[in-house]
């Protein structure tokens, strides 16, 4: 039910310096979402009546990600007023004016914040009836964040800026998380008396805590479970910790819906994919996008699978895949390279060195080694030959290749397509298939093949291969002479 009297305001305007990166900060990715992807969904949870989202640094790019994570958000632009405190007040000017409710601010910098936290310092906040309530964290190492300065007798007073701090101030242990639920009125008014005169001449939203507490108005602060929980990602450094934590998170949770995962640390899965009970995951594989694998699957080791549909107790080993679709009992790999649009059927194989694009294998059909499928239509139960290559670009357009069922394709073919290989064909080895092949039929076109006798010792006198040839011949005729002379003796 939609909390009527809750407005989010996610900041998103910053530029993210400290990454480094052309990529503006909270589109760089964790667990296949980008960072102000994981803090929207979040907020998406909180159900709240506005969400306004405030950007600047390269909005338009910021801008098309948020509205495909948030589409209801208020897109407000900051102005070329810096600071986390301008950020606030102009998504606050941009509230309905008949709103009048409690204001959360959250970073869009904070991933692993969860929507339980939150509600607790809602409530938190509802409950005790201070103008501002903030989480707060004691981190290991709080280099870099806001420190929470407290009075003699413990009341929060302030808080100061890493840049800002003193000495005694940077041995504060206790940080702001970034993350406040205001009440709309103290917090307009105070934002009003925010200025720039600080290190990086911003308008911090921390000030308003100081200047609350100045005008006599209760601030609280609730303490997060952990600190990752409001863990912030300002340079790449952090992103990787971050990304780390996510996935033990979501390791963890499959495990415990019973799903193998032999190294936790060499296993990484995105948020959207979904696994099955008694799927076994070997170390050194990724399952990215929307990757599902069905009960019973075992995947890896050192597999990569991205937005790919994997079948009941197929095996899928030391293979790259995307938007592929492996049937039951299948079996794909080592080292197989699937492209996008490749569907293998129930009890069928993909091999070793085999890569395929937009083709479908059928039921308990086979490539079993070192082959380019491509544009190709294969029927059931048939086997395409070792070193298969399908020819399927004349150089300007692709073609099809279709092999019917029950096919038997020889090895080192080429299918140059669009060419038909009907249902129960053969092929020799060698074929350069450029001509359809009726069903039932062999096709050979390969030229007969001549030995000419004698050419090595001819024209390559005194090589090695000359001697060996040599060498051969006599051996030969010396065991030819004996059996000769065996067969007159017994003949006897
Ligand atoms: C901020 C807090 C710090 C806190 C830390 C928690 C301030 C002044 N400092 O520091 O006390 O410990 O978060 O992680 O608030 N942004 C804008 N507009 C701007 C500047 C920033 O929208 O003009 C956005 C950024 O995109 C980012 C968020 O605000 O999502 C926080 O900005 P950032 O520069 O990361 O602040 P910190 O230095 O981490
Ligand atoms: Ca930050």
């Known amino acids: 039910m939609t909390d009527t009297r809750l407005a989010i305001v996610v900041l998103a305007a910053g530029q993210g310096t400290r990454m480094k990166s052309a990529t503006p900060k909270l589109l760089h990715e964790i667990a296949g979402l980008p960072l102000i992807g994981h803090v929207l969904a979040t907020a998406g949870q909180l159900d709240a009546a506005h969400t306004v989202s405030v950007v600047r640094h390269e909005r338009d790019r910021v801008v098309a990600v948020i509205e495909d994570h948030f589409p209801g958000s208020i897109i407000v632009d900051q102005d070329e007023i810096p600071g986390t405190g301008r950020a606030v007040e102009q998504a606050v000017a941009a509230l309905p004016a008949d709103f009048d409710g409690d204001v959360l601010v959250v970073s869009g910098d904070v991933p692993l914040l969860d ?6 310092l809602i409530a938190a906040h509802r409950a005790g009836g201070a103008a501002a309530t903030l989480l707060s964290a004691l981190p290991e190492d709080s280099t870099g964040y806001g420190r929470i300065v407290r009075t003699a007798d413990g009341m929060l007073d302030r808080i100061v800026e890493q840049k800002d701090a003193s000495d005694s101030e940077l041995a504060i242990r206790e940080i702001n998380a970034g993350v406040y639920v ?6 307009r008014d105070q934002l ?15 000030d308003v805590i100081g200047l609350l507490r100045r005008a006599g108005s209760d601030v609280a602060a609730v303490p997060v479970a952990e600190p990752w929980i409001v863990a912030g990602v300002n340079d790449r450094a952090q992103l990787s910790e971050a990304a780390a934590k996510l996935n033990a998170l979501i390791v963890r949770g499959w495990q415990l819906n019973g ?23 070997l170390p050194g594989t990724q399952i990215k996008g929307a990757t599902s694998i069905a009960r019973g699957a075992t995947v890896g080791p050192d597999t990569t699978l991205v937005d790919c549909e994997i079948g009941e107790d197929a095996v899928v080993k030391r293979t790259d895949a995307t938007l592929a679709v492996i049937g039951a009992r299948a079996s794909v790999g080592p080292f197989a390279y699937l492209r996008p649009n490749t569907v293998l059927d129930a009890d069928g194989k993909i091999g070793t060195f085999v890569e395929t694009k937009n083709s479908h294998i059928g039921v308990g059909s086979k490539v079993p080694h070192l082959s380019y499928i491509g544009d190709t239509e294969v029927g059931t139960g048939s086997n395409v030959g070792a070193g298969t290559i399908t020819a399927n670009y004349d150089g300007v357009n692709k073609h099809r290749t279709v092999v019917g069922s029950h096919a038997r394709t020889g090895s080192h073919n080429v299918f140059v397509a669009p060419v038909r290989i009907g249902d129960g064909a053969y092929t020799g080895a060698g074929t350069v298939v450029r001509k359809d092949v009726p069903a039932g039929s062999l096709a050979i076109n390969v030229a007969p093949q ?35 002379q065996s067969a007159g003796e017994s003949g006897e």
Do not use: H
């Not at 009003?192 to 921390?206: H, P, R």
């Open 182 to 187: 205001f009440g709309l009125a103290e917090l």
């Open 450 to 484: 001549r030995n000419l006798a004698g050419w090595v010792e001819e024209n390559r006198p005194g090589s090695a291969a000359a001697t060996a040839a040599s060498a051969a011949t006599t051996e030969a005729s010396a065991s030819t002479t004996a059996a000769a």
């Open 192 to 206: 009003a008396q925010v200025t720039t005169a600080n290190a990086q001449g911003e308008k911090y939203l921390t």
């Open 115 to 120: 929507s339980d936290t939150l509600t607790e």
């Open 259 to 281: 799903v193998t995962i032999v190294d936790p640390a060499t296993t990484w899965i995105d948020l959207k994919a979904s696994l099955a009970a008694d799927v076994e995951i």
